[in-house]
């Protein structure tokens, strides 16, 4: 009996660690650019600023995380700040989210707090942006690269938008 706990243990300990492991996603190039237009909904007009940013923030790694000088971190795909933004370990900042849930490989919530950071700060508001991202001449021609004009947001038969 004491062997047979003597191995339980180990295993149920093992099975605990591993269903509590996050998902989390290197994207391509392309791959983002699509999922971003067709499942977001994002403008064409501003999707190679957005591409290239997360291109400088996050490498297209929704696991990153950055540790600041002020010992604030930066999350996910969008290197999301928990000085403003979000809080560790509980929901709060100004999106009202939890920062760890920006580094798993649901970009929904992401993508909802990028969104309402541009919209208040611009995409200054990023540091990869300001530097490498500026100037038009330096955004990727997602028109060609991806293919860009043949995508759409994605649409159910029924005609909801899906997203």
């Keep these: 009996m004491k062997t047979v706990c003597m191995w339980i243990i180990p295993v149920l300990i093992l099975l605990l660690l ?3 492991q996050v998902e989390s996603k290197k ?20 999707i190679s600023n957005w ?5 400088h923030e996050s490498y297209l790694d929704t696991s990153k995380i950055t540790v600041n000088q002020n010992d604030s971190k930066n999350y996910g795909l969008f290197q999301i700040s928990s000085k403003n933004y979000c809080s560790e370990g509980r929901k709060g900042g100004q999106c009202n989210m939890k920062c760890e849930d920006f580094s798993n490989d649901d970009i929904g919530d992401d993508i909802a707090c990028a969104r309402m950071i541009q919209e208040r700060e611009g995409f200054k508001y990023w540091k990869g942006w300001e530097r490498y991202c500026r100037n038009p001449q330096n955004l990727p021609n997602l028109r060609v690269a991806c293919n860009l004009r ?10 909801f938008l899906l997203g």
């Design 51 to 55: 591409i290239c940013l997360v291109e």
């Design 150 to 159: 043949s995508l759409s947001p994605l649409r159910t038969p029924r005609g």
């Design 18 to 20: 591993e269903s509590k």
């Design 27 to 46: 994207y391509q190039r392309c791959e983002l650019t699509r999922v971003l237009v067709e499942n977001y909904h994002f403008d064409k007009t501003f």
